[in-house]
């Protein structure tokens, strides 16, 4: 069968390849001379060469930013994934109730990021917020503006609450999915609830939980606005996350050079990682 | 005239999207003359396509040049040397 080639379909893929040009590429070309070169303003700049990548490499507070950041990700996945996975399994298939979990669940997801920094900022304060207030009147003391581990903690439980609720729907979506007849099978078979979740709800939703864990990671690993306004990188430079440090560097101290550096080590990370997870995705898919 | 004073170019950064754009260019060409870019299974056991390898490898170079520049700094030779080594191994192997 001869196949009609017709090349001028490229056509249609120009604007989004001016868009492209002009929102990722022609500031990524800028970023990377900027990782080169030294500037005092006025676009005066100075030859450095590898230096800032040196710097930054070698930096003791970088490899501190990039450990807390890899913490952080690690601990919401290893919470929300299963929590999520867990009330996806809690929550009605059928009927009335349905649609009211699923819009209490979308709730948190529709709340901008700078609202819920302020919003568990005043909600984790010690003498007037009442998880901070409630917390230290049963005897525990805490104050997340003061204690490095109360910081995470409160950093942490917002995380969980704010993004949860987006693995449950993406979990909830999989299940949904399963036909009633391998249900009936494995009640024909006398599987326990156990075996029923593991030989046949999690292999089916192992797609979208890729999908989900992939969007968890990125997000998480590029979280800036919430930690940002629930703690400011604080007590110290406890909650610095990599884009929270990125931003003090870049705008904070206005050291351009050293910034284009550290981002382009970091956006590379990003790509590496994301490219790991598109290809285990997709190994899957082929199996 | 565009003023793009802004955007800091240098010979050295223009040369290094040059030679991108050149390494996109002539696997385009490659094809041209000499098809052969259908997905194939390698050691990795990865589905790649000629267009895939090139991403693997420069991704990978990436990370030989960081690694070398970390533990052994300036000159980049060495780091040179191990990357033309990964991507014939990536584009012959992989």
Known sequence: MNKTIKQGAWLFVIPVVVLVAFNALIPLMTVVNYSMQETFGDNVFFWEGLRWFEQVLNSERFHDSFVRQITFTAIILLIEVPLGIAIALCMPRKGFWVSVCLVLMALPLLIPWNVVGAMWNIFALPDIGLLGYTINAIG?????????????FTTILMDVWHWTS???????AGLSAIPDAYYQAAKIDGASRWAVFIWIQLPKMKRVLTIAILLRFMDSFMIYTEPFVLTGGGPGNTTTFLSIDLVKLALGQFDLGPAAAMSLIYFFIVLLICWVFYTLMMKNEQQ | MLDLSWMAWT?????FFVFILLCI????????FSPGGAP??????????RGDRLFISLLGSIFIFLGW?????????GALILSIIWTIFVFTRV
Do not use: D
């Open chain 1, 140 to 152: 525990i003391e805490y104050n997340f503006t003061r204690q490095p581990f109360a910081a995470w």
């Open chain 1, 166 to 172: 987006l693995v449950v729907l993406l979990a909830y």
């Open chain 2, 11 to 15: 010979w050295p950064t223009a040369a």
């Open chain 2, 25 to 32: 260019v002539s696997m385009g060409v490659w094809e041209k």
């Open chain 2, 40 to 49: 194939r299974r390698g050691v990795f056991g990865l589905e790649t396509t």
């Open chain 2, 69 to 77: 520049l970390w533990v052994f700094s300036t000159p980049l030779w």
